[in-house]
């Protein structure tokens, strides 16, 4: 089982920065690509940002330039560090990881997400 637990939310004025983590426990070496997704009030949840275990990542095209993701395996940890915040990044940020069915019990493992509230 996979454990993931995120970490950095807050309340921040617009332009600010925060940067989110997300730790990975139990059996967290059948995790493959990791990914940052967000959820505003009133929309759907949307993919952020991802970075697979050889750190390619990708971004949805408004955060590209203020958001990087990034990952350190001997800590089992993301993060994503976000520069430039805007009140259209308001939402709850959830941790997303696949695992690999060879080795782990399920092959999509979420957080519990964090509350990230930019002020105007």
């Known amino acids: 089982q996979v454990q993931l637990v995120e970490s950095g939310g807050g309340l921040v004025q617009a332009g600010g920065s925060l940067r989110l983590s997300c730790v990975a426990s139990?059996?967290?070496?059948?995790?493959?690509?990791m990914a940052w997704y967000r959820q505003a009030p009133g929309k759907e949840r949307e993919l952020v940002a991802a970075?697979?275990?050889?750190?390619?990542?990708n971004y949805v095209d408004h955060v590209k330039g203020r958001f990087t993701i990034s990952r350190d395996s001997a800590k089992n940890t993301l993060y994503l560090q976000m520069n430039s915040l805007k009140p259209e990044d308001t939402a709850v940020y959830y941790c997303?990881?696949?695992?690999?069915?060879?080795?782990?019990?399920?092959?999509?493992?979420w957080g519990q997400g964090t509350q990230v509230t930019v002020s105007s």
């Open positions: 997303h990881a696949d695992g690999d069915l060879r080795y782990c019990t399920e092959d999509i493992y």
């Open positions: 970075i697979t275990p050889g750190g390619s990542t």
């Open positions: 139990g059996n967290s070496r059948c995790i493959t690509e």
